[in-house]
């Protein structure tokens, strides 16, 4: 993966972005307006939007879902997991395309799992190389490389609780408002793709 897969083409004056509703797995449709640079719309880390991506990962269709979300924190870097229901495709969240790339390829290289990472310098994974959702590793490891995880989200700028778990359910298309998966984002009670 590379920066280029997640750049979106600049178009409509205002986005949709899934709203994080916070300690529920419920969001809310919002609308801000677009921020262009070069003509692609970026993440605005001052407005508390990121960018989020969902990419297909069980049958090689090189699909890639990219949208917005809005309450994370997020200040700058990156994190994504291999797990997001239901699909359980990867979901990465980022202030920028590098570190994007960053993570999903480092996902990629330990066969599933959490990352985040902010360049080179800093970073922290849990590895789950079974089927992307579990570790043969014990649960004190387990809970150990979860919290260094959690430690460089907050170096990061996250500060909602639980932010791995809230993550795993942006991709959740049946639950209300607004969602992302493989196919883009969509409004969930209309079934409508959203702008972005």
């Known amino acids: 993966m590379t920066p280029q897969h997640f750049r979106v083409p600049a178009g409509e004056a205002e986005i949709d972005v899934i709203g994080l509703v916070p300690g529920q797995i419920l969001s809310r449709r919002l609308r801000f307006p ?12 001052g407005r508390d939007l990121a960018k989020v991506a969902v ?5 090689g269709s090189g699909r890639i879902g990219l949208g917005f979300v809005h309450g994370f924190g997020l200040k700058r870097g990156a994190f994504g997991a291999s797990f997001s229901h239901d699909a359980h495709n990867l979901v990465v969240v980022g202030a920028d395309d590098g570190d994007m790339a960053l993570v999903t390829n480092r996902l990629i290289a330990m066969s ?5 990472a902010c360049g080179e310098s800093l970073s922290a994974c849990l590895p789950l190389p079974i089927a992307g959702l579990l570790s043969p590793s014990g649960a004190q490891e387990v809970s150990t490389s979860l919290a260094a995880v959690e430690a460089v989200l907050r170096l990061l700028g996250v500060g909602i609780p639980r932010p791995v778990v809230a993550l795993s359910f942006l991709t959740l298309p049946v639950v209300p408002e607004a969602r992302v998966t493989d196919r883009g984002m969509i409004h969930v009670s209309s079934g409508e793709a959203a702008l972005c």
């Open 112 to 116: 599933g799992g959490v990352a985040a």
């Open 55 to 59: 990419i297909e990962r069980h049958k």
């Open 34 to 45: 677009a921020r262009a640079q070069n003509g692609r719309l970026a993440a605005d880390p």
